[in-house]
């Protein structure tokens, strides 16, 4: 290997090896971001808030690294498709660090309430996204398309858990207009949780674009090699 | 050169049908291809360079040939238009057909062959004459005499070479006096002025600067409205910004040929992937 061949293996190396990092603390945020619900700790979800920061800081040194290697070396095939899956992999993560931020901003006003026996079961909910998410990440590390795609599968279930916290709380409401504000704060966090699923879900269709090359986002659209959607240009 | 004739031309109606057994490393499904290249194989006396390529050449695209220096790049399209004719110890097996014909049927007519696939090479060829002289050269010998006709043709080719603005107030001067860039568009003004079909180019950049470069490559995107064009370029970027097909040879094999943006993005050879990663050998 030359000295440029190697430089640009440790970058592409450099870059896995941030975002995996990047990946950790978004899954320990969520986790804590569970715990502060589960034991109404504001001061934890407080630094689960202010953690975010490290997590923004490693985007945009991704984002960076990125950039160099597609300017220095403008990758080819494989590295091609790890580079695009690992961008917007780093987008993706960034907006679940926030959602883990936005549960505790909701798990700090839920702290200032009383108690309430809310009909979601949140932590559970939780980690059903954190396991899809872990799953997801797992998928890009060991470049498994099969393994990416179950989990696609299993996003379904988030959603339909949402559906039914939103209609029991819906009902919680009329029945004790008292615990609004709680049923609604409620409402947000299931909303959050689910939005973590399709995140997971983004991440694994990127990662069948990196090992296939195929883009399974969106199923019923297909795009022309001039880049627009078939049909887009007025065709009858 | 020796074209044996035992040479397997395959008989009319008897060429391979791309649909049956078709390998989608090697055949995009071409429509209406201006080339068929069937089973080519070529010798250097005993030093085979060649093996036993297929490949069909769409009309009015860039065709890209890329691989490592030596693996037949060259050789490859000097097949095209019978240069390797002009090479005593070659042998070639197999056929090339251009629009269903044969090139190596003896009712060819070579210089008709070559009026109709030109060529430009990689170092900037120009005559020792003036810019007009260069271009009337191939018209003249094809024939064309007339005076007004003649200078129509040089201002058609000019303009088709995005040559014309830069030269048109000195036609007489030295074309030596070009700079490198203007040279190597002065030569594919040469090559058009005889109004090929095809054009073949071997590494038409390699000598240039960036500018210049680009300039080639923007005059290949118009000109291949009128013209198919097939360049050999050991660059991949090159390849894959002015390409619309992307053919990988690796010593003196057809390894993979696709749409150039699949190729790149996602090929489906290993040693495609390798090569156009950096990480070959
Ligand atoms: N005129 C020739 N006589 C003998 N061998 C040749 C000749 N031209 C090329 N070769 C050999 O054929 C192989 C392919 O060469 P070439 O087509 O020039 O490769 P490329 O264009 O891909 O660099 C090389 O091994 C080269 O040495
Ligand atoms: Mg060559």
Known sequence: MTRLERHYAEQLEEISSKLMRMGGLVEQAIESALDAYERRDAELAQRVRDADVEINRLELEIDQLGLETLVRYQPAARDLRFLIAAMQINTDLERVGDIASNVCKRVQELCEEPPWEAPIDVPGMGRLALRMLHDALDAFVSGNADAARAVIARDEQLDEIMEQAFADLLQAMRDDTAATSRAIRHSFIAKYLERIGDQATNICELVVFMVEGTVIKHPRLTVESDGTAPGSRGAP | MTTPDSMPVPPKGAVPDAA????????????????????????????????????????????????????????????????????????????????????????????????????????????????????????????????RRLDEIVERSLRAAALWDEVKDRLHDNALGLSGGQQQRLCIARAIAVEPDVVLLDEPCSALDPLATARIEELMQDLKENYTLIIVTHSMQQASRVSDYTAFLYLGRLIEYGVTEQLFIKPRKKETEDYITGRFG
């Open chain 2, 20 to 147: 049956a057994g078709r390998d989608p490393a090697l055949d995009p499904g071409i429509e209406d291809p201006i080339f068929s290249v069937h089973g080519l194989s070529l010798h250097y006396g005993d030093k085979q360079a060649l093996h036993d390529i297929s490949i069909e050449i769409p009309r009015n695209r860039i065709t890209a040939f890329i691989g490592p220096s030596g693996c037949g790049k060259s050789t490859f399209l000097r097949c095209f238009n019978r240069l390797n004719d002009l090479l005593d110890n070659v042998t070639i097996r197999g056929d090339i057909l251009f629009e269903g014909r044969s090139i190596f049927s003896p009712e060819v007519e070579i210089n008709t062959l070559r009026r109709r696939i030109g060529m430009v090479f990689q170092k900037s060829n120009p005559f020792p004459k003036s810019i007009y002289e260069n271009i009337a050269y191939g018209p003249r010998i094809h024939g064309v005499r007339d005076r």
